[in-house]
């Protein structure tokens, strides 16, 4: 069982950065797979990025180049480092975690097992 919260979301004007952090309560957190996942209003949940057990990362086309994952596990943190923000990133943030997931389907939400309860960001214009 994984227990996940998010932190660290707020209200930020355009071209701003945030940083989110999402902490983990697995004793074995380092072999969990961990994404990002955002919500906008009246929006499907969608993928942002994902950081492997192995510390690969994956992104979504739209965030390459402004948001950074990086994963603590001595701490048993994921940070979400986000740059350069815009009013299309408005959204509630979720981090996800699977220990089981393949190339195929790791940014589909229903291959993660555990979520976060998501935290707000949202990019004034």
């Known amino acids: 069982q994984v227990q996940l919260v998010e932190s660290g979301g707020g209200l930020v004007q355009a071209g701003g950065s945030l940083r989110l952090s999402c902490a983990a309560s697995?004793?074995?957190?380092?072999?969990?797979?961990i994404a990002w996942f955002r919500q906008a209003p009246g929006e499907e949940r969608e993928f942002v990025v994902v950081?492997?057990?192995?510390?690969?990362?994956y992104y979504e086309d739209s965030v390459k180049g402004r948001f950074t994952i990086s994963r603590d596990n001595a701490r048993k943190m994921v940070y979400l480092q986000m740059n350069s923000l815009k009013p299309e990133d408005t959204a509630v943030y979720y981090c996800?975690?699977?220990?089981?997931?393949?190339?195929?389907?790791?940014?589909?939400?229903?291959?993660?097992?555990?979520w976060g309860q998501g935290t707000q960001v949202t990019v004034s214009s």
């Open positions: 950081i492997s057990s192995r510390g690969t990362s």
């Open positions: 697995a004793s074995t957190f380092s072999v969990y797979n």
């Open positions: 996800a975690a699977d220990q089981d997931l393949t190339t195929a389907i790791m940014t589909s939400q229903r291959a993660y097992d555990y």
